[in-house]
């Protein structure tokens, strides 16, 4: 049975699909595995699962990733109930997304360097960081270096 909490989810943040084209072009250039941070009920994690990625859903309501996890192929997304400040695995990710707003739902300017500092300690030396400078992108065959819709150069503030 899904929560009222996944089901309250869903409604606000399942159709939104604007983003969706950004994050298969940064999983395509960046390939995985991928943490999903605030995952929810796996709007992102779910479709980048299907296209073959390795995924770690990350969030703090266990609930949310119930369903997440009903909803997965048997053995495909991993999840993770942990607080986006402070977490700790025993791998690093290629690529890590922070989809939607979650970063303001961190409590501030030191709830945000203290995610930046967990997801630093978990990045691949090869993961999105590389892909504010988009020669050193290039020479490494990592991806373009710029955002999905072709906009300005990606910039990572994780370095």
Known sequence: MISEAAIWHDLECGSYEADLDCWRTLAADYGGPILDVGAGTGRIALMLAELGHQVTALDLDQS?????????????IETLCADARD???DRQFALIIVPMLTVQLFGGEA????????????????GLR??????????????????????RPLHNRWD
Do not use: I, K, T
Request: no cysteine.
């Open 64 to 76: 949310l990733l119930a369903a997440l996890s009903q909803r997965a192929p048997a053995g495909g």
């Open 87 to 89: 977490f700790e695995l």
């Open 111 to 126: 709830g945000r360097a203290r995610f930046f500092d967990s997801a630093s300690a978990h990045l691949a030396p090869w």
């Open 130 to 151: 590389r892909a504010s400078d988009r020669r050193s992108a290039r020479r490494r065959g990592r991806g373009r270096g710029r955002r999905a819709d072709g906009g």
